[in-house]
């Protein structure tokens, strides 16, 4: 079983609308990463959270550190939000390199 | 400010050829990583380096080797290529373990 499982696997969005990623995790964790990957292939981090809520422009990143689940919206989505998003949790056990344990990413098309 | 910079871009190799991966950073981060992106598969860590002179193995690191002989250098190394490594390689580097992590936008290996 993968200790980061993000959902759904692929998303398909008219412009406009309010899109949610989620992200649930079996392990505990110090952090939690979302990062946007471009149809060109380079990673961008977005958020790293440990608790509550953040937000930045159109983006909101949640957490839920009981249930282990954690969820990446955004709002009056656009083609250019249309790339993978990818979860990485930050595990309490694997010594001092902090090593991220990825998803596999989650592939959003938005449609204008 | 260049941020992660990765050298080259693309590459083919034949079986058993050896070749080396730059990533160079100028953020003077002290973390820097080098993950390999499989399809259907999450980012998986090859080598890390907490510093300059440092390294050490991650999660996947058979058929590889790294050096780390200036702070702003990751150099990640294929001694004898194999058709199984042929993968996107992204080097990402840090401030610490706890922190977000920068990437640089990748290089596509291809093993014939």
Not at chain 1, 53 to 79: C, F, M, V, Y
Request: hydrophobic fraction near 35%.
């Amino acid at each position: 079983k993968n200790e980061v499982e993000q959902s759904p696997q692929n998303l398909t969005a008219q412009e406009g609308e309010f899109i949610t990623i989620n992200c649930s995790y079996s392990v505990g964790i110090s952090a939690l990463h979302w990062l946007q990957q471009h149809p060109g292939g380079g990673i961008v981090s977005l958020f790293m959270l440990s608790s509550g809520k953040k937000k930045h422009g159109r983006l909101i990143a949640t957490i839920n550190i009981q249930e282990k689940h954690s969820s990446l919206h955004i709002t009056a989505s656009h083609p250019r939000d249309s790339a993978v998003y990818i979860c990485a949790v930050r595990a309490t056990y694997g010594g001092s390199q902090g090593n991220l344990i990825f998803g596999k990413g989650t592939k959003l098309s938005v449609k204008p | 400010n260049a941020g992660v910079t990765q050298t080259p871009k693309f590459r083919v190799l034949k079986t058993g050829q050896s070749m080396t991966l730059l990533c160079a950073q100028d953020m003077n981060h002290e973390y820097m990583y080098w993950y390999r992106q499989d399809p259907g598969m999450g980012l998986r860590l090859i080598h890390y380096s907490v510093g300059e002179g440092t390294t050490a193995k991650g999660e996947v690191p058979d058929g590889y080797n790294v050096s780390r002989l200036k702070k702003q250098n990751f150099l990640l190394g294929l001694e004898s290529a194999a058709p199984s490594q042929t993968s996107v390689y992204f080097c990402a580097s840090s401030l610490g373990t706890g922190a977000i992590r920068h990437f640089g936008d990748g290089t596509r290996l291809s093993i014939l």
